[in-house]
Nanobody, 131 residues
Framework: QAQVVESGGGLVQAGESLRLSCVGDGRTFIEHATGWFRQRTRNEREREYVAAINWKGTTTYYAPSLEGRATISRDNSKNTVYLQIDSLKPEDSAMYYC??????????????????????WGQGTQVTVSS
């Protein structure tokens, strides 16, 4: 089962941008969709689904909270999925996690997916946005 490592978080001012990276290992990573989630508390049940990309990189999903400000992309030659967030707001502050879709070769990623559909979570990367 693939493992992932998230990076790219940091402390930024409101209005700035960050690009988060999710690096996976193994063939499983490139054969599965990847989702980005964020969590503001220690309660994993409050993990918010914010973006996803299918295994080929041809379909994407964005939560309304990020729609128009974020771009998710993947480079399967580097086993990496990126989440670029522009015009960051203080309410974007959270620990950001990526997860691997438990179903291989999913063609479309939609808002009906939840954290239950993903696994192989990394340790997360902290994003803090100051006003």
């Amino acid at each position: 089962q693939a493992q992932v490592v998230e990076s790219g978080g940091g402390l930024v001012q409101a209005g700035e941008s960050l690009r988060l990276s999710c690096v996976g290992d193994g063939r499983t990573f490139i054969e599965h969709a990847t989702g980005w989630f964020r969590q503001r508390t220690r309660n994993e049940r409050e993990r918010e689904y914010v973006a996803a990309i299918n295994w080929k990189g041809t379909t994407t999903y964005y939560a309304p909270s990020l729609e128009g400000r974020a771009t998710i992309s993947r480079d399967n030659s580097k086993n990496t999925v990126y989440l670029q967030i522009d015009s960051l707001k203080p309410e974007d502050s959270a620990m950001y996690y990526c997860g691997i879709d438990l179903s291989p070769f999913r063609q479309r990623v939609t808002g009906t997916l939840t954290s239950v559909d993903f696994g192989s979570w990394g340790q997360g990367t902290q994003v803090t946005v100051s006003s």
